[in-house]
């Protein structure tokens, strides 16, 4: 045993003579540093994972298990039992996928008219959406609020879908499409409007083929905007079967409205790892993405 | 984008301002029906929203006894000289403001410098430092619940490790606000930090070289050439992060719910609580008036102050 530390220490000491001791140690300080700082970036992750395959005591239980001793699998079973957690899941989806194809539609039509179509009242119209831009929807939830009810749509996923379209995150979309229609040479469109095309044709076929890139980064945008709101469905859905996901998350909840914990963090972890793993495979995609919204367009 | 905004909202004043004619009257009517549908849903649920709250603002309407009455600046007049609450709720907020803005920016900042480098693995931390940032608020926020309770939280285990006993820090008011700060900033700070990356990537290496070979120090690199280069950046990132600060509900409705005794009680939270809790629709859209007004001088002034230095 000693000798085998010994002849370790002893291959350390050779290597250290071969590179300068200062830059081997700050190399290990550099990566520690790195890594100190993901803890509480990971660590949360690792935590809702844990927990979500412990058991009521043993999540309380001190000192505390990274690695349940006992696998819970029946929590990711009790989430489904306990309220409409399928069709909750399903609700955000469905509705997820309908926010961001209508994004794609209403804000690449408009994009390209403040791109490429030089019309009257196009200046004021397009300054009037920019004030939009960054407002909190807090501003506007209580007359939309009236105007759901007045329509009979209270409790239903109309608002849900309504409102990110034509709120905040319709308009940043907008704006990534203008700002990348604006990229293509006019040129390119002439030759279309001399095979006779029209205005909707140029745009139809040879300006929406191109925005290929363009047209992600604004799904990617939109599909999250609308999968990660609260403040809507708290607001406008009452239904559990109505209900979102991230309204779900929080209803776990004893008799005496004390969060169960275990099933809250099974029903964290369904909502979160898909998202997740989609992200670390597509990670540069969707970087890029919200890097669009920041700097280039 | 954001520069790209402020930009376009000067050139769009400056050619409303001149009232150039250059505008093909043909297309007009093609243009009009292009952005019809977009305009028509902003018109619906964000112009007519707008304008209504000024005039909710000036009305006492319960939802629950359905009439409402004309009271002019009543509600106002509650909110800046009766209602104590109103300046604990713009204390709160300067304080979440306060504390998120520098801190992400900073942070972002630093970390955005140190993926800036070459070296093994640098996509993985770019990976992990965004990660909360493509995460749903809500389950970031529950998860932090669960991490920050007294007795079984994940902190305050660890913390009893190393023979610390840790706070109550959702129960007790001063933490309860540094906990929804902290975990707010490591939510958000990827995308400042992917916002200075690319600034930084922009970079031309011909300035950083010539810098060196000037002797400049690593520190006065980055005073004297970095940082300034990156004030555009910065300016942008600062605009968002601060509009963004007085937005934050998730984390409030889900980790404090506005408490304790208040301490966490923030504009964009006081404006639900008011008006889906105790139904005081007239106060609430008072508070939404000056939520809007605050949002639209951020935004202009930010924009007025880089005018002003080019």
Redesign the interface.
Known sequence: MSTLVFSKSNRKDAAMTDVPWKRYLNRVL??AT?LG??V??????I??VS?SLKSQSE??????TIIPETFRWENYVEIFQYQPFAQQYFNSLYIAVVVTISIM???S??G???AK???????????????????????????????MSTLNLMNSHVPLI??P???SQ???A???MR?FFMSIPNEVEEAGIMDGLS??GV?WRIALPLSGPALAAVAILSF?HS??L??EP??FVSDLDKFT???A??NFSDAYGL?L?HL??AA?SL??IP??LI??IA?RH??QS???????? | MLSVVLKTFGDLMSALVSQKKNLFSGETLSGWLFISPMMFGFLCFFIIPVIAIFGYSVTEWNILSQDSTFVGLQNYQEIFTENEEFWLVVRNSLVFAGGLVPLNIALALVLALALNQKFTGVVFFRTVYFAPVITAGAAWAIVWSFLLQKESGGVNQLLALIGIDGPNWLREPNWAMFAVIMTRVIKNVGLNMILYLAALQSISPDYVEASSLDGATPWQRFRHIIWPLLAPTTLVISIVTVVGSLKVFDHIYLMTGGGPESGTLVLAYYIYERAFEFFEIGYASALAVILFVLTLVLTVGQWLLKQKEQ
């Open positions: 550099w990566y790195l700082v993901s509480p970036f990971v660590f949360p992750f935590w809702m927990g999540i309380t239980a001190f000192p505390p539609f209403v804000a039509l408009a390209y008219a403040f179509i030089k019309f009257k009242g196009a200046n004021l119209v397009f300054l009037l959406l920019l004030s939009g831009l960054m407002m909190p929807e807090e501003v506007t939830i209580i007359p939309n609020f009236f105007a309504l409102l379209v034509f709120g319709g308009i940043i907008t704006f990534l700002q205005r909707f745009f999250l999968w990660n609260l403040l708290l607001v996901v991230p309204l998350l929080n969060p914990w809250q963090m964290t909502a979160v998202v997740l992200y670390v990670q969707i970087v919200f890097a669009m919204t920041g700097v280039k367009g």
